[in-house]
């Protein structure tokens, strides 16, 4: 590196981050695509890829839960992800890196995700459990 070129300031406006933002997030939360696996060693990542693209749905309707019946615990974990999640979305540049930093931020995601599991899951054994029925 010579001086020159670290002593240079890069700036990018506000405008050129948001319009970043969708791209970073989708590559963020589905890399790496499962069609385009090319060699041996990103055959690796297929497991943990099916199964994180598995628990997706049950993460959203986890955390529709956790702001529902528990909004300041909710809040705490989802303040973290979303801190992170974007952060990362945004400076991260190769495919490994990004699955690699995926997964400290996963285990906080899979708290929702396993909440909305056993939430459908109890829905499937049980019925809504929002809805009391009542002998006649």
């Not at 490994?96 to 997964?103: L, V």
Request: glycine share 6%; with cysteine.
């Amino acid at each position: 590196y010579t001086p020159e070129a670290t002593s240079q300031k890069h700036r990018i406006s506000s405008f050129t981050l948001l319009k970043a933002l969708p791209k970073g997030l989708f590559y963020f939360f589905f890399t790496p695509f499962l069609w385009k696996i090319s060699n041996n060693l990103q055959l690796f990542s297929y497991p943990q890829a099916l199964f994180w693209f598995f628990t997706i749905p049950f993460c959203i309707w986890g955390i529709f839960l956790g702001i529902r019946y528990r909004p300041k615990e909710s809040a705490i974990l989802l303040s973290i992800s979303l801190f992170w999640v974007i952060l990362l979305s945004l400076v991260m540049g190769n495919i490994g890196t990004i699955a690699r930093h995926r997964d400290l931020i996963l285990p906080l995601l899979y708290i929702f995700g396993s909440a909305g599991f056993c939430h459908a899951i109890k829905m499937l054994k049980f019925g809504n459990p929002e809805q009391k029925q009542y002998a006649d």
